[in-house]
């Protein structure tokens, strides 16, 4: 176990983590689909709605306090993305909504007979979107074919379906459903080559490693701070030149400048104090002179604990007999992947084992998680999916071993 991490500290600024029902503490692993918010986060939230309640660019004082706070907010995410300006960063409502939204102002740049590649292994709001443009545009959709023995992309599965056609590659950092962490730097730089634009969803990557746009060679990247201890809130980063020629559809009155001709109507200002808040919680954590700087070395301590817990639940599954893992298992190959665990057992349909962990007050989901490419790769639409466990820097190892027994009661009692 990491030994500089003082988990009694970190779990006391989560007010959530301290509740219980009838006496039996909450095991919070549904985190893959939305993480617990520190008090940071609430506290900024309501000072928001207290003391800068009002819309933007007027003359009175609330104003210009949400004036501040928005600025402040996209100066926290250039950061928190490493993006070289605020004028990359656009809040929205989330991931999903943001990437319709951009969908369609990409594709005034795309013709019919145009081609799009997709992954197998994303999330559907990193594929949605572009089947419905490439419907309506007559493109050619070709997807990436993860193996499903290793749950990795074969180092030639952008190579097999790019072309001289090909306009744009859409792809994500991690999988919500295998954790596979995809190595997005050399699939960009050979979309690059071929004059395609990348579009990244980093919405399962963004809780657990540090994220560098500048270094990362995509075009566009998108995560929502839900899955990342803040609101419900989306934060898209966009090359600024990519951003700046690109149509967005407004209303007429609203500016042209960056990026808010992209942040169509009034925002959440109060999600974007909360993002600021999660930034804030994160950032303590780390060191250096700056907040890029001291983010990336907080992530890098709190993905040394993560490891630590998602080894202990691997060896621990491992024991169950019919229980197959679906993604990578190795403990020298756990830095390919997040701390999202999926997993079915023989016998034991995923939806009866998540009701089951219920009742031990233990938080997961089962299905498909919106991963439905995946999942049907794999051949388990029909059979219920998985049943994904999701750790994050607040779980303990205790909650992992509690986990596991109440596995193993289930198991038993059938």
Same mark, same amino acid.
């Given at each position: ?11 006391a600024?989560?007010? #959530? +983590?301290?509740? #219980? ?6 095991i919070y692993?549904?985190?893959?689909a939305g ?5 940071l986060?609430?506290?900024?939230t309501?000072?928001?709605l207290?003391a800068?309640?009002? =819309?933007?660019?007027g003359y009175f004082t609330?104003s210009k306090? !949400?004036d501040? /706070?928005a ?11 490493n ?6 960063i656009?809040?929205?409502? =989330? ?5 319709l939204?951009?969908? %369609? ?5 795309f013709?019919k007979?145009?081609e799009?590649? &997709? #992954?197998?292994?994303d999330?559907?709001?990193n594929? !949605? ?9 007559? +493109?050619?959709?070709?997807?990436m ?12 599965? &952008?190579t097999?379906?790019? #072309?001289e056609?090909t %306009?744009l590659?859409a792809?994500?950092? !991690?999988? *919500?459903c295998t954790?596979?962490?995809?190595d997005?730097?050399?699939?960009? %730089?050979?979309?690059?080559s071929?004059g395609?634009l990348?579009?990244?969803?980093a919405?399962?990557f963004?809780?657990h490693?540090?994220i560098?746009v500048?270094n990362l060679?995509?075009?566009? +990247? ?9 609101p419900? @809130?989306?934060? +898209?980063w ?15 009155p609203?500016? *042209?400048?960056?990026p ?13 104090a909360?993002c600021?808040?999660a930034?804030?919680?994160l ?10 700087g001291r983010?990336?070395?907080a992530w $890098?301590?709190l993905?040394a604990h993560e490891r630590?817990?998602?080894m202990?639940l691997?060896?621990g599954?491992?024991?169950f007999?019919g229980l197959?893992?679906?993604g990578?298992?190795?403990? *020298? !190959? ?5 701390p999202t665990?999926?997993?079915t057992?023989e016998?034991?349909?995923p939806e009866? /084992?998540?009701?089951?962990f219920?009742r031990?007050n233990i938080f997961?989901?089962? $299905?498909? =998680?919106?991963a439905?490419?995946?999942?049907g ?5 029909e059979?219920?999916?998985v049943l994904?466990?999701g750790?994050a820097?607040y *779980?303990?190892a ?6 596991l027994?109440?596995l193993? %009661? @289930?198991v038993k009692?059938?």
């Amino acid at each position: 176990m990491t030994q500089d991490l003082d988990l009694s500290r970190i779990r006391a600024q989560f007010p #959530s +983590l301290a509740l #219980s029902d009838g006496g039996a503490p909450r095991i919070y692993f549904d985190n893959p689909a939305g993480t617990q918010v520190p008090q940071l986060v609430v506290d900024r939230t309501v000072s928001c709605l207290v003391a800068a309640n009002a =819309n933007l660019g007027g003359y009175f004082t609330t104003s210009k306090a !949400a004036d501040a /706070l928005a600025d402040e907010a996209h100066r926290a995410m250039a950061d928190f993305y490493n993006a070289a300006s605020p004028a990359e960063i656009v809040f929205g409502q =989330n991931m999903t909504t943001l990437t319709l939204h951009m969908s %369609r102002c990409l594709g005034r740049k795309f013709r019919k007979g145009d081609e799009i590649v &997709l #992954s197998r292994m994303d999330h559907d709001a990193n594929i !949605a979107p572009w089947l419905l443009l490439a419907d309506d545009l007559g +493109l050619t959709v070709r997807f990436m074919d993860f193996d499903p023995g290793t749950y990795e992309f074969p180092e030639d599965a &952008l190579t097999r379906v790019l #072309s001289e056609r090909t %306009r744009l590659v859409a792809l994500g950092l !991690a999988s *919500n459903c295998t954790g596979t962490v995809n190595d997005v730097k050399r699939f960009a %730089r050979e979309a690059k080559s071929a004059g395609a634009l990348v579009y990244v969803d980093a919405v399962q990557f963004a809780p657990h490693y540090a994220i560098d746009v500048q270094n990362l060679g995509a075009d566009v +990247l998108v995560s929502s701070a839900y899955k990342w201890f803040g609101p419900h @809130q989306g934060i +898209l980063w966009g090359r600024e030149e990519l951003l700046a020629e690109t149509f967005a559809y407004k209303v007429r009155p609203a500016g *042209n400048d960056l990026p808010h001709k992209f942040e169509t109507g009034t925002l959440s200002h109060e999600g974007m104090a909360g993002c600021l808040g999660a930034v804030e919680y994160l950032e303590q954590f780390g060191e250096g002179g700056t907040r890029a700087g001291r983010l990336k070395s907080a992530w $890098g301590r709190l993905a040394a604990h993560e490891r630590d817990l998602t080894m202990r639940l691997i060896a621990g599954l491992k024991g169950f007999k019919g229980l197959r893992i679906r993604g990578i298992t190795s403990d *020298n !190959a756990m830095h390919r992947r997040v701390p999202t665990v999926s997993f079915t057992l023989e016998g034991h349909r995923p939806e009866a /084992l998540a009701k089951g962990f219920a009742r031990d007050n233990i938080f997961v989901w089962s $299905g498909h =998680n919106y991963a439905i490419e995946p999942v049907g790769h794999m051949g388990l639409l029909e059979a219920g999916g998985v049943l994904r466990v999701g750790l994050a820097h607040y *779980n303990t190892a205790a909650e992992v071993d509690s986990f596991l027994s109440a596995l193993t %009661r @289930q198991v038993k009692a059938s």
